[in-house]
Every structure is written in structure tokens, then in C-alpha cells.
């Protein structure tokens, strides 16, 4: 204790460093417009990561809104729901600190806003439906709020617990996303739910997420309903602060001025401007990606339509402006840069992480590429104790690959398949 006092005090300004490949968000874009104010008016109080002050806000905002919104895609509506994944060191980013800030905000400026009541770990697609059910014979008014906002503090459990035979949350947790009645299959009692609008915000550790995402969860869309964000914890202040009132309050009645028009905004479409923006952006996000990009990246067009829009009814707008856009394009550049750090930077030794990022990025990787990772100069035994050591951690797995001779190895993102796959 004596060495700690001792030391030099470390300036409550001094940022948390971390290593060059790290995703960095464009603030000049990200922060448009109220959420910029948000950040700004909050950030310089709390060791919270920005980025995590943004993803709360954003869905707090999504959630508060109600279900009379949405955006037309592919001649769909898709409901203005953001589920962001924040992803970090337990205690150490600050992500429940993150999520406290931006709760007092959204209580100073609504009193009256519960984000529901349901509270807890999910743990059943009919625990989820419950909370937002219809009436019936028992409970004739049923939940008149069709509002819920979760936090999952535990989303590793969350994770764990889906992957249990007969377990429907999962399915449960898609339909959500996309706005759909809920009426998951029941022996008892059947629950529905009319109308939904639920946000699901995560919290999980780099560790539990590579861990415990099942190849089912990244194959069957869940992974992608998410947004994921790798947050730090991004500054020292060893006491802590509050905003002054006089910067606070300006932006919480920018906030009830905004949730009051976008309660009655009904669709959000692209402005002639942002439509050109969009052409020219739609095919690189509409693209499939291989491996863990593909799992978790594959509804960019969807989320970035339904951020944007979330940037405009900010700015009390019906429309989306190239700047709501581009705002949007900004929060998902990162997300995808997350999920490069996320799940190709575990924390295992140099050679494995090497052979992990190789793996993740390119979905599929022979066997004999792996030594030319290393230009060819790691012994071979260092090579295969690497690959093991990931096989046994259930990060990556082996496919072998019939040529007529002898077989050809492949590496592939997680762990064995229970069923042999197709090469």
C-alpha cells in the first residue's frame, strides 16, 4: 500500500491506452447531434468508455420510443429497435457505469420511465413474452406497456443458458428483434404477446463471448441482431464527478422534445440526398462475409437504417439526412472493427492469437497456410501445441477434407461440430 501512495498520482486526464490495432471511432461523425452532446456533457465525469455512453443511449432512446416507428426495408417495416453488446474486462471497462449515467439522464428527463418491469437474467422465451403479455382469463388487462428495456449484466450466462436442449430463448430473442407477436410454444399456460418493443443491451467479457457463442447462435441469426462493441475503461478519476446542471440540463430537454415527436413520427425514410448516400454504400454492407464477420455482421443494412433513423428523430426529423447517415455508417465501422478485436484478440499467446485472427478472418484456412503465417520458420510441434490448445478451447476446429489421397486438413472459427460438415 505504502509503494501505491508513494507513486506518482496518475492525472485524472490520462486516457487508457490501448494497442494500435484497437477500434478507434470517427467522434467527428459518431458524435452528431444530441448523442454527441450526451457524450461530451457526461464522458469527462466517468471512466466509461464513450462508445459505451453512446450504445446505451442509443438504446435507451430505441426503447422509449415505443413501436409506432420503423423503417421500410425491402418493403418491410423493420421496428427502430438497437440491441448493442458491450464488450469488455468485468469491472475494469466500466460498462455498468456506462449504463447507470445514461439511466439517471433518461430519469431526470422522463420520471415516470420504468423501462419496464422485468428485471433479472432472461433465461426462457416464455419469461421473455411474459413480460410484455397480452391479457387473458387470469390477467384480463395483461402488460398495457409493450416497452421493456433489459440490461443483461450477465450476458455470458444468458449465452450458456440458450445453449440448453429445448431451451427458447433464442427464438424468442429473434422474433423480438424483429418486431414479431411472441407465443412461444408452452405444455401449460400459453403466453402471447402482442406488439413487442424490446431492447436488450449486453454486457459480457471478451473471454465468456469467444467462449460461449455457439456455432447454432452465430448460424441462426442471433449473433447478428446484435451490435458489438469492444469498450475500455478510458480514463483515470479516482473520485469522479457529476456534469454541471447547466450543461445537463439543455441536453435533457433536447431529450424530452425528441422522445415527444418520435413517439408520433411513425416511418422513417431517406432523404433524396441520403438515398444517393445510401446507393453507393448499400452493396459493400449487403455483402456476406465469411466466418465470425458473417455470424455477427450479417444485418448491416438493417442496423445502420435503424441507427440512422435514430440519429434523425434526435434531431426531430422524419427523414434521414446524409449527416444521420453518415453518423450511423460511423457507429457501424466500429462495430465491425470490434468484432475483429473481439474474437480474433482473445487473450491467448502470441502464436495462438496469430493463428485465431487468421482463422476468424478468412472463415475457412488450410492446414498448410498456417506455417506460412510465420513465414515458415515456427517449428512444427510449437505450431500444432497452438493448434490443440485452440481445438481444446473450442475456438477453432478442424475439417478433414477427402482429395483421393490423403486428406486435406482445414481450420474453421469455433468449436467441433456435433455433425459432420459439408467441406
Known sequence: MKALLDGDAQSTETAHTQSEDWPRLDEEEALYGLVGDVVRAIGPHTEADPVALLAHFLAQFSCIIGNSLSVNLDGSPNPLLFWPVLVGDTG?????????????????AFPDWTGGKMRGSLSSGEGLACAVRDGDGNDPEGILDK??????SEFGSMLKVMSREGNSLSGVIREAWDGEDLAPLTKGSPVRATRPHIVIVGHVTQEELVKHLSDTEKANGFANRFVWFAVHHSRVLPLGS?????????VTEHLRHAVKFAKDAGEVALSIDAANDWRKVYTNLSEGKPGIDGATLGRAEAQVRRIAALYALLDRQTEVAPMHLKAAL?????????????FAQATYPEIENKILRAVVKKGKLPDSDISALFNRNMPASQLEKA??????EGLIHDVK?????RPRIEWRPGPTPKKPVAP
Open 92 to 108: 475494469k471497462s466500466r460498462k455498468g457505469s456506462a449504463g447507470k449515467r445514461i439511466d439517471r439522464l433518461f430519469k431526470g
Open 147 to 152: 416497452r421493456l428495456y433489459l440490461v443483461q
Open 242 to 250: 457529476n456534469p454541471d446542471q447547466a450543461v445537463l440540463s439543455p
Open 330 to 342: 460511423a457507429v457501424w465501422q466500429y462495430a465491425e472493427d470490434s468484432v475483429a478485436w473481439v
Open 387 to 392: 493448434k490443440a490448445h485452440l481445438q481444446e
Open 401 to 405: 477434407l477427402a482429395t483421393g489421397g
